[in-house]
């Protein structure tokens, strides 16, 4: 079975510049979100999606946008990039909403902001 | 706010000892709880969860147990192996926000020969 895949896996991009990352969940699973990881810290959550509605946003700016298609795979979308937007972007899977369930991560997509 | 902590950047443990990992949080709004093993240039990998329902959960090598009162969870690894050694987060969630999590800084776990 193939896990949660991301794309690209690695990035580079100038500041003002507009990026979008993907990610495809597990099968089966409906709720993907999206989280930063910038060195030295632990994942930072930006959205959660399920059933195509964003359902939870994290402390990011408007810059950062996210959506999910009918066949549960998912965008971020990043506009106007900053030196501090460098980082590992994470998808997670999970298969609902209501029950708590563990999230699968993705191996990320690092993101070079230059 | 940092709602979930690990106080340790680093431990170092020689093979087959115990590693003890540890983890506090702030928000008694959290009643579930995830640790995930990350190597380089990876995804974070699930170890191991529980409950708040629950203080103590088993899986082979792996436990966590969780005290409520104090607010405070523990991986422990017995026995520790070289492949062990990566960065270890512990993270927390509320259930109907299955993916909502909020990580801690990591532990890096060094199993020495």
């Known amino acids: 079975d193939a896990g949660v895949t991301q794309s690209p896996t690695h990035l580079i991009k100038t500041r003002g510049q507009h990026v979008t990352l993907r990610c495809s969940p597990i099968s089966g699973h409906k709720s993907v979100s999206w989280y930063q990881q910038v060195l030295g810290q632990g994942p930072q959550f930006i959205f959660q999606?399920?059933?195509?509605?964003?359902?939870g946003r994290g402390n990011f700016p408007d810059r950062f946008s996210a959506r999910q298609f009918p066949n549960y795979s998912s965008e971020l979308n990043v506009n106007a990039l900053l030196l501090g937007d460098s980082a590992l972007y994470l998808c997670?899977?999970?298969?609902?909403?209501?029950?708590?369930?563990?999230?699968?991560f993705g191996q990320g997509t690092r993101l070079t902001v230059v | 706010d940092q709602q979930v902590k690990q106080n340790s950047p680093s431990l170092s443990v020689q093979e087959g000892r115990i590693s003890i990992l540890n983890c506090d949080y702030t928000n008694s709004m959290f009643d579930y709880f995830l640790w995930y093993k990350k190597y380089p240039a990876e995804g974070p990998t699930f170890l191991i969860s529980i409950s708040s329902i629950k203080d103590k959960n088993e899986d082979g090598r792996f436990t966590v147990f969780l005290n409520k009162s104090a607010k405070h969870l523990s991986l422990h690894i017995v026995p520790s192996q070289p492949g062990d050694s990566a960065v270890y987060f512990c993270?927390?969630?509320?259930?109907?926000?299955?993916?909502?999590?909020?990580f801690g800084t990591g532990t890096r776990l060094q199993v020495t020969l």
């Open positions: 993270a927390a969630g509320r259930t109907g926000t299955a993916s909502k999590l909020t």
């Open positions: 999606y399920y059933e195509k509605e964003e359902r």
């Open positions: 997670a899977s999970s298969i609902g909403q209501g029950v708590v369930t563990e999230a699968f």
